[in-house]
């Protein structure tokens, strides 16, 4: 089928379309992890001990999780004992067809309801993770579809945070709803969630503040922002949002821990794949919390921040065996 002029297989053939921009942008896990899998898997290698000892250190070396690797391992050893791989270049396609098979029920883009309005999306993370640009890139994505969007600017902590935020929403013509440094960032959620009834808006995004999730104080900040939105608007907010960056690697699912207890995550943001060699996290993150992956971020452009496509991800990360 033909989208606005090019086929599907052209989007996936390496060095045009969209596939060919999220493969140079993943060159950092693949080089860390495809090259080093092809060098090991696509030669004449026998398929013993020594083999499946080099292949754990690698997967561990991208950071999918000592868990994962064990239980990859021991689904390829049963298949090579069972006579189901005959060489090396049979168990990378092995491979891959796991962990795909992993992320795939991950795979699961935001949608926003047309049935309520305005649709609140609330994004949370620690410091650092990239919250207030993957807001941008979204801000950017939702008018693009012909939504009204409101902003609320409830990391009231940090004058840079907001500051950011604004640049952001001005390129979008999109507006902010904030207070002074140091306000209750539940009342600049509350005023932004009656601002955007107001104006009848589709969409409303709340930044909230990222600190360390082992403080519990702020955990209980955001229990608060959530009991207010529910106060005003039951059901809100219709998703929270956990943006991960993907290089801290395995912390990352202890970050999750700690959020979901406190509010309930509903959905993921995986950024800054494109500068990290630990992107196998994100395959720990789908093994072992099962939530939906809506964005992964790949870059400073507004175009980066992309809905995640599982099969597109695989591709790009461990391209096909000849």
Request: charged share 25%.
């Amino acid at each position: 089928m033909a989208i606005f002029g090019k086929s599907r297989t052209d989007e996936k053939a390496p060095g045009t379309g969209l596939f060919s921009r999220l493969h140079a942008k993943l060159s950092a896990t693949r080089q860390g992890l495809a090259r080093e899998l092809g060098d090991l898997l696509l030669g004449e290698r026998a398929l013993d001990e020594a083999l499946f000892d080099e292949l754990e250190a690698r997967l561990l070396s991208a950071d999918l999780g000592v868990e994962l690797t064990r239980e990859l391992l021991d689904t390829l050893a049963q298949r090579v004992a069972r006579k189901e791989l005959a060489n090396a270049s049979s168990l990378y396609r092995a491979l891959r067809q796991l962990l795909l098979e992993i992320i795939q029920p991950c795979a699961a883009p935001l949608i926003i309801s047309s049935s309520v309005r305005p649709f609140c999306i609330m994004v949370i993370g620690v410091n650092g993770a990239g919250k207030t640009t993957s807001i941008g890139k979204m801000l950017r994505q939702i008018r693009l579809e012909g939504r009204s969007v409101v902003v609320a600017a409830a990391d009231t902590f940090r004058a840079a945070a907001i500051e950011q935020l604004e640049v952001w929403a001005e390129r979008e013509s999109v507006p902010v709803i904030k207070q002074p440094i140091g306000a209750d960032a539940a009342s600049v959620a509350h005023d932004g969630l009656h601002a955007a009834r107001a104006r009848q808006a589709d969409v409303l995004i709340i930044d909230t503040a990222g600190r360390l999730q082992t403080q519990s104080g702020l955990m209980d900040e955001l229990k608060k922002i959530k009991r207010v939105l529910q106060r005003v608007q039951p059901g809100a907010p219709h998703e929270v949002l956990l943006v991960l960056d993907a290089g801290v690697g395995q912390n990352a699912l202890s970050q999750l821990r700690h959020f979901h207890e406190a509010v309930e995550v509903t959905g993921l943001c995986v950024t800054k794949l494109d500068g990290t060699a630990r992107g196998g996290v994100l395959f720990a993150l789908c093994r072992n919390a099962r939530l939906p992956i809506r964005y992964i971020g790949v870059g400073e452009d507004a175009t980066d921040l992309r809905p995640f496509d599982a099969a597109e991800f695989v591709d790009a990360l461990l391209p096909e065996a000849p």
